[in-house]
């Protein structure tokens, strides 16, 4: 998906500038799959630095290192401006757009950030959603309340969490329809917004908050050593890896049956077996560790 450059015979004749330096390298491949063409573009011109410089506002510094990927990732409207002087079509604008917050995402940037300078640039609450879009949004949105809701723990953070994975998603729907998998390209920009602003004590995203809150503690007879206990496990459960974290939580915590999960994680089923299977072994061999240790249960004076 690129959008057209414009031709040698198009392009005005004027004096060229200094040569353009290459792209930095260690520069992700969905960053290149924007920068590329618009340096085409940009090259077959025939306009300078300069000359961009006074159609788009923007410095010769900032623009030179936008077009070799030095510096910061670039804001999507300091991109638009330079495609907008070089004259790029509205449809190729909309896919260019689309990797932009593709590369964003591989630059690690939060997805608050991306939308922030996505907004207004084509998107409104009154534009018609595509159907199976919303669609999409009915079926896993609950789910993905409930998984941001065990980490964010207030649930007007984890509802505007999943309202910017859906902001966010409704840019991407033509590149989550092609891809291999729509539900798993979903799921990860879920994960990575909840991730992204959930605390992360020793490297692991904390969990300590929802181990009050679970219906063993609820209904023990004795709620201290309940608590110690799940305190334990839960401390367990967030140091798990990603993917046996995902499949514990959705089962254990959300309450959704094995089918759900797969379908929300975008995997098979047996895949969810097997990683819960694994993940379970690993919390009894830390709960029997700790069991032989005195870990968890010898509170005699």
């Known amino acids: 998906m690129t959008g057209k450059a414009m031709s040698p015979e198009d392009a005005p004749r004027s004096k060229r500038g200094r040569k353009l330096g290459p792209i930095t390298?260690?520069?992700?491949?969905?960053?290149?799959?924007?920068?590329?063409p618009l340096r085409g573009s940009?090259?077959?011109?025939?306009?300078?630095?300069?000359q961009l410089e006074r159609?788009?506002?923007w410095s010769r510094s900032k623009i030179s290192e936008l077009l070799r990927a030095a510096g910061r990732?670039?804001?999507w409207e300091f991109t638009r401006s330079l495609l907008t002087a070089l004259h790029w079509p509205a449809p190729s604008m909309a896919d260019m757009r689309a990797l932009w917050a593709l590369?964003?995402?591989e630059a690690n940037k939060r997805t608050i950030w991306i939308n922030s300078c996505l907004q207004g640039d084509g998107l409104s609450a009154d534009d018609r959603l595509p159907v199976h879009f919303s669609a999409f949004q009915d079926l896993y949105r609950d789910a993905y309340t409930g998984y941001a809701h065990t980490f964010l723990r207030r649930r007007a953070e984890a509802r505007r969490a999943v309202s910017d994975?859906?902001?966010l998603l409704l840019f991407l729907w033509d590149e989550a329809l092609a891809s291999d998998n729509p539900e798993r390209f979903a799921w990860q920009i879920l994960r990575q917004t909840v991730m992204e602003r959930t605390p992360h004590p020793d490297n692991s995203?904390?969990?300590v908050e929802a181990a009050f809150d679970t219906l063993a503690l609820r209904t023990a007879a004795d709620p201290v050593a309940q608590i110690e206990e799940s305190m334990f496990l839960f401390d367990g459960l967030r140091r798990l890896p990603a993917g046996q974290l995902d499949v514990m939580v959705l089962l254990h915590l959300r309450g959704l049956d094995?089918?759900?999960?797969?379908?929300?994680?975008?995997?098979?089923?047996?895949?969810?077996?097997?990683?819960a299977r694994h993940a379970r072994r690993h919390l009894d061999g830390r709960l029997r560790t700790a069991t032989q240790e005195g870990h968890s249960g010898d509170r005699s004076d």
Not at 42 to 50: D, E, F, K, V
């Open 55 to 57: 159609e788009t506002g």
């Open 103 to 105: 590369a964003a995402r």
């Open 205 to 207: 995203p904390a969990l």
């Open 165 to 167: 994975v859906f902001i």
């Open 73 to 75: 990732y670039p804001r």
């Open 258 to 275: 094995e089918t759900a999960v797969a379908a929300v994680l975008g995997v098979p089923l047996a895949a969810v077996r097997s990683t």
């Open 25 to 36: 390298a260690g520069t992700g491949r969905a960053h290149r799959a924007w920068l590329e």
């Open 42 to 50: 940009y090259q077959a011109s025939g306009l300078t630095i300069g």
